[in-house]
Every structure is written in C-alpha cells, then in structure tokens.
C-alpha cells in the first residue's frame, strides 16, 4: 500500500524506519512493546487525507536498527523528538499505544510545547499491574528461555498448530495476532536484547516500574483522550479512571469487548473517535479568569 511506505532516516548513527503520509496537523503514532508501524496500517489511508500521519518504528522494533544503548522511555522519546526536527515538524498530536502512550507521556513532560493534543491506547505509566508474561521477562535467565522459546523450529511447530486449528474453525483474535506477530521477530539475539532491554526500562518482577501520573499532574493543561478495551488483559482498563484522577476532564472512551488493541478490534471506531477529537472543534474553551 502506497500510504505505508516506510522511509529511513539516521538519527543517532543508526537507521530508524517511519511512514510519513499526506499533509496538515501532525498526528505521531507510537507502538507499544513487540510492535511496528505495521500495528497502525488501517489507520493510516483513513486519516492522510486532511492530516500529515508520522509512524516510525522504535528503536529496537519492527524496521529500524536494534542498536546497543538506552532504550528507556526518555531515550524513545528523545527519538521523536529528533525525528521531529529532522522532519521540520513543531507541534504534533501524540497517540501512543501501551509502551507507546508511556513515551508520549514522557514527551510531553520533556516537550510540553511541541504537543497539541494526546491519545492514550491501553496505556503504560497509569499503574502497576501489569501482565505476567511481560513481568517474565525481568527474571534471571529471560535471555536464555526467550532465545529457545522463539527460536525457529518452537515457532514453526506452534505455526503448524494454529493451521491445524484454523481448519476446524478457530480463528486468532487481534490480541493474539498482534502479539503473536511481534513474537515471531524474537529469532535473532539483536531484537531479544532490544526487548528485554525496553521491557525492563519500564517493569520490574512486581509489574509496571514507571508512573506517569506525577509528571502529569504538574504538567501544563493539553487535552488527552484515553482510549481502552473493556478486555483487555495485559493492563486492565481501570487505569484510564485512574488516569482521569490526574488529568481531570481528560475524555475516557471504552471499546466494549476489545483488547489490549482496541484500534486493531475496532479501526472504524478508533479512527471516528480519533477524528472528534483531533478536530479544532473539539478544543474546548479555558475557563474565564476573574
């Protein structure tokens, strides 16, 4: 598809993988851990038409380099803002996705006055909990499982097993499809490191080891839109209403019956709440001052 072509652009020394389709107000899609732009395809031919759509792959995920170094949320959003600069861009909207909605939260607080609005999708950074196969991996001896568990012949073995039962009806729903693509790019040892060394950034054994509700309590006012899955099962959905604790009027739309990728489960939707919002009407009018 024409509207997902990836460019390149070497930011740091090393090449980093984004899509930069059609012109108007910024929107910056950000993927979360195991993703790639590709997560943001449906999307893109949907909003290109009256918007300037940025998609990049991370650092250490889909397209771009695996590098050695800092694959924390500052370090991820520094990244952006660089390919920002690169791309003459001042101002943007943030729609971050999981680990994504973690670094657009770090972004805003390191660069308030580049954000115009921002979207949160089953964000990170709201809370502790967190799924156990992303705790898993802080574990002594992670590399070591991980190398074996996504190694060729365990994943074409679990491939024949899902054809198998996709000839007598079972079909993949858009959490594990998504999970299980990012799984498969776990073969070589430069994205294994790259994906424990972010996981770790952000979980420790006992879940989610970075808050975000600090940084925006104490962060200038811009509008956020929190959007989440009713079933989601990697962070569960009651953090978006702790999430309206900090950042109050922020608007909550829940996907009833979606995932952990509600903008997977439900693109139509996601693409009609996304465009409410991001439209100048949408901007509500500051309280009058005395």
Request: aromatic content about 6%.
């Amino acid at each position: 598809m024409a509207h997902m072509t990836p460019r390149t652009v070497r930011l740091h020394g090393h090449e980093l993988s984004f899509v930069d389709s059609g012109s108007g107000p910024a929107l910056l899609f950000i993927h979360g851990i195991l993703g790639s732009q590709r997560q943001w395809s449906r999307l893109v031919d949907k909003l290109d038409d009256d918007h300037r759509v940025l998609v990049p792959d991370l650092f250490g995920h889909g397209d771009s380099a695996k590098p050695l170094g800092d694959y924390s949320l500052s370090a991820h959003a520094a990244t952006m803002r660089d390919l920002l600069d690169r791309l003459g861009i001042e101002r943007v909207t943030l729609v971050g996705h999981s680990l994504g909605g973690g670094i657009a939260m770090q972004f805003f607080y390191l660069f308030p006055d580049r954000v115009d609005k921002i979207v949160l999708v089953a964000s990170g950074g709201l809370g502790r909990e967190v799924n156990l196969v992303l705790r898993s991996a802080t574990l002594p001896g992670a590399e070591q499982v991980l190398s074996v568990v996504a190694s060729a012949p365990v994943l074409s073995k679990v491939e024949a097993l899902g054809r198998v039962a996709g000839k007598v009806g079972w079909r993949a729903g858009s959490d594990l499809s998504a999970v299980w693509r990012g799984f498969t790019t776990l073969g070589d040892g430069e994205s294994r490191r790259a994906f424990l060394a972010t996981t770790r950034a952000v979980i420790d054994l006992g879940g989610q080891s970075i808050s975000a509700h600090g940084h925006l309590e104490d962060a200038p006012s811009v509008p956020v839109l929190i959007v989440w899955g009713s079933r989601d099962r990697m962070i569960p959905a009651w953090h978006a209403i702790s999430a309206q604790r900090s950042v109050p009027g922020c608007r909550v739309e829940l996907f009833e019956g979606a995932g952990h990728f509600p903008h997977l489960d439900d693109p139509e939707r996601f693409t009609q709440v996304l465009r409410e919002f991001v439209s100048p009407a949408s901007v509500e009018e500051p309280p009058a001052t005395a």
